[in-house]
């Protein structure tokens, strides 16, 4: 089994910055993506950016591309996700999730495996 566990969310102001936290466990040396997701309150989910095992990143949308930055410390099973210049419209649930699956673009919340229980980020203006 594996098992993620998102940490870092909160209450910030527009303009602020966050680094949210994906802390894998388990039976992790068989993936091969993880990416963050996000869904905001009435939406769905929504891809946010994601990156392989030997690090190959799948970027944001156009709209999230300059201010969404993926990480990871393989020391600390962890990958990162920085959001910088928060707007309103970042407010939602963060969530990391695990896949094996290669063969796809890792666009799509439908070919991962595993999730996290997710983060709340909350912007005020």
């Known amino acids: 089994q594996v098992q993620l566990v998102e940490s870092g969310g909160g209450l910030v102001q527009a303009g602020g910055s966050l680094r949210l936290s994906c802390a894998a466990s388990g039976r992790t040396f068989s993936w091969y993506r993880l990416g963050w997701f996000r869904q905001a309150p009435g939406k769905e989910r929504e891809f946010v950016v994601a990156i392989t095992s030997n690090s190959v990143i799948t970027s944001p949308p156009d709209s999230m591309k300059d201010r969404f930055t993926i990480s990871r410390d393989n020391a600390k099973n962890t990958v990162y996700l920085g959001i910088d210049n928060l707007k309103t419209e970042d407010t939602g649930v963060y969530s990391c999730?695990?896949?094996?699956?290669?063969?796809?673009?890792?666009?799509?919340?439908?070919?991962?495996?595993?999730w996290g229980q997710g983060t709340q980020v909350t912007v005020s203006s």
């Open positions: 999730a695990l896949t094996s699956n290669r063969y796809n673009s890792g666009r799509s919340p439908l070919f991962y495996n595993y």
